[in-house]
Nanobody, 127 residues
């Protein structure tokens, strides 16, 4: 059984930082990719960042280098360090484990049935 659980969301002032964590069980990077999606109010899911067993990371072009994904293999914990947060970064962030995670934005209903998704953690950014 695969479980992924996010933590670390919250409210932060624009320009501030947050770090999201995702504890995974039953799935490691040997099984596939792990990554972060965020759901926008119009129910679109944007792949924010992903990482594979080779350590190569992929990011959404919209981030302008502000976010960093990392993985601690000893604890099988995935992280997303978010810096210089903007109002448009506010969303529900989901940790996802799947065979392959590709960059892009899709209707959430089209992809939520694939892979393993956490319950999500809310990130709010206020000015």
């Amino acid at each position: 059984q695969v479980d992924v659980m996010e933590s670390g969301g919250g409210s932060v002032q624009a320009g501030g930082s947050l770090r999201l964590s995702c504890q995974a069980s039953g799935f490691t990077l040997r099984d596939g990719d792990m990554g972060w999606y965020r759901k926008t109010p119009d129910n679109q899911c944007e792949m924010v960042a992903s990482i594979g067993e080779d350590g190569r990371a992929y990011y959404s072009n919209s981030l302008e280098g502000r976010f960093t994904i990392s993985h601690d293999s000893a604890t099988n914990t995935l992280y997303l360090q978010m810096n210089s947060l903007k109002a448009e970064d506010a969303a529900v962030y989901f940790c996802v484990a799947d065979h392959t995670i590709s960059p892009g934005t899709w209707p959430c209903g089209a992809i939520e049935g694939f892979g393993y998704w956490g319950q999500g953690t809310q990130v709010n950014v206020f000015s």
